[in-house]
Every structure is written in structure tokens, then in C-alpha cells.
């Protein structure tokens, strides 16, 4: 298991979010993702983890390709690594159904779910990157959105821009290491 803080407040986080009581009324909604895979996300009813469907040829680059087994070596030498964090993948199989492939990940909006402002998906170019329609707060906004959208202002301290300049550094080095080169940063602005 990996973690992003203490193992044992990851367990009770994890049992807790799984909870079949819990989970009942979540388990019938789901959203259908915005990227090229249009994967199914389901949230966990404390909004901790995200369920999300994988399709044949992730599950194939994750785990036969061995991306999974590079991805727990880079996450472990950089625990402050900006790369989401991955607790499972699963197959689950079902009588007559074909079986269906899910990531168990953080979910990077938690329980401030509420407090979103903006979400922007960024890969640092402009061809198609723009959301025409956007309907709520939580539309996923893209790169042309983040430029024109002049009403952020972003302050960080020199230390802190260095620090966050570091980890992409090393983030992309190993997504570049692995032959992936479609990744994103997702910044989300919560309201004060």
C-alpha cells in the first residue's frame, strides 16, 4: 500500500471508505470522466478515494508493462511527488459480466468538495485547450481558461515556487522515463 501519510490513519481511512453501509446510495452514481478514456468515477461516500474504470489497454501499460511496479519506486524515493496517488488496481468479476477493471486513487478534492472555485486541467499547450461550455464551479477548465481567467493571482514564496518547480521536474522525468508524455496538472482553487 502506499501512502501519503501514516499507515495507520490510511487503514482507517481506507476500511472506513469501503464500508458497503456507507457506500449503498454511492454505488448508483457515478460520473463519466471529461478525458479521451471517458472512464467511469465513483466516489466514496466520505469522498477519500475514487473508484475509477480502467480500460483494457491502461490495465495493460499499468500492470503488464510494469509502469505500476515504477510508479511505487518513484512515489517511495518521493514521498512529496504531486503524482496521484494509486492504492490498488482490481478486477472485479461478475457472473455474465464481462470483468471490469478499477483504480483505487485519492481523491484530490476531499470532503472541501464545496469550496471549489475552479478546476483547471493543464498540460502547457494551446491547441485544444479550451472548455467552451462551462455550467458550474466544477467544470474542468483547460489551459486557454487559466490564461484568460485573470482574476487568479497566484502568491507563492520563492521557496515554495522552487519547491513545486523540483517536483514537477522529477514527476516528468518519470512519466518521460516510462514513454508517457499525455499527463496533466490539475490545480484546483478553493475559496478561502
Same mark, same amino acid.
Given at each position: 500500500?502506499?501512502?501519503?501519510?501514516?499507515?495507520? @490513519?490510511?487503514?482507517?481511512?481506507?476500511? $472506513?471508505?469501503?464500508?458497503? @453501509?456507507?457506500?449503498?446510495? /454511492?454505488?448508483?452514481?457515478? &460520473?463519466?470522466?471529461?478525458?479521451?478514456?471517458? $472512464?467511469?468515477? !465513483?466516489?466514496?461516500?466520505?469522498?477519500?478515494? %475514487?473508484?475509477?474504470?480502467?480500460?483494457?489497454?491502461?490495465?495493460?501499460?499499468?500492470?503488464?508493462?510494469?509502469?505500476?511496479?515504477? =510508479?511505487? &519506486?518513484?512515489?517511495?524515493?518521493?514521498?512529496?511527488?504531486?503524482?496521484?496517488?494509486? =492504492?490498488? %488496481?482490481?478486477?472485479?468479476?461478475?457472473?455474465?459480466?464481462?470483468?471490469?477493471?478499477?483504480?483505487?486513487?485519492?481523491?484530490?478534492?476531499?470532503?472541501?468538495?464545496? &469550496?471549489? /472555485? +475552479?478546476? !483547471?486541467?493543464?498540460?502547457?499547450?494551446?491547441? +485544444?485547450?479550451?472548455?467552451?461550455? %462551462?455550467?458550474?464551479?466544477?467544470?474542468? +477548465?483547460?489551459?486557454?481558461?487559466?490564461?484568460?481567467?485573470?482574476?487568479?493571482?497566484?502568491?507563492?514564496?520563492?521557496?515554495?515556487? $522552487?519547491? %513545486?518547480?523540483? +517536483?514537477? &521536474?522529477?514527476? $516528468? /522525468?518519470?512519466?518521460?522515463?516510462?514513454?508517457?508524455?499525455? =499527463?496533466?496538472?490539475?490545480?484546483?482553487?478553493?475559496?478561502?
Amino acid at each position: 500500500m502506499i501512502t501519503t501519510t501514516s499507515s495507520k @490513519r490510511t487503514a482507517i481511512n481506507f476500511n $472506513s471508505s469501503f464500508s458497503p @453501509r456507507e457506500n449503498h446510495k /454511492e454505488m448508483t452514481k457515478f &460520473q463519466i470522466g471529461s478525458g479521451k478514456s471517458d $472512464s467511469f468515477f !465513483f466516489f466514496t461516500s466520505n469522498n477519500k478515494f %475514487i473508484i475509477k474504470t480502467l480500460k483494457e489497454e491502461e490495465l495493460k501499460l499499468l500492470v503488464r508493462k510494469g509502469i505500476l511496479d515504477k =510508479y511505487h &519506486q518513484h512515489i517511495k524515493k518521493n514521498p512529496a511527488s504531486l503524482l496521484s496517488r494509486f =492504492y490498488g %488496481i482490481f478486477t472485479v468479476k461478475i457472473n455474465f459480466m464481462k470483468p471490469i477493471s478499477v483504480v483505487i486513487m485519492d481523491n484530490l478534492m476531499g470532503n472541501e468538495v464545496h &469550496q471549489i /472555485e +475552479r478546476i !483547471f486541467d493543464l498540460k502547457g499547450s494551446l491547441h +485544444r485547450r479550451d472548455t467552451k461550455k %462551462i455550467s458550474s464551479k466544477k467544470t474542468v +477548465r483547460k489551459d486557454l481558461n487559466f490564461m484568460r481567467e485573470t482574476d487568479i493571482v497566484m502568491k507563492v514564496s520563492p521557496s515554495t515556487r $522552487s519547491d %513545486i518547480k523540483r +517536483r514537477i &521536474q522529477k514527476d $516528468s /522525468e518519470f512519466l518521460k522515463q516510462c514513454g508517457l508524455m499525455d =499527463y496533466s496538472l490539475l490545480l484546483i482553487v478553493f475559496s478561502k
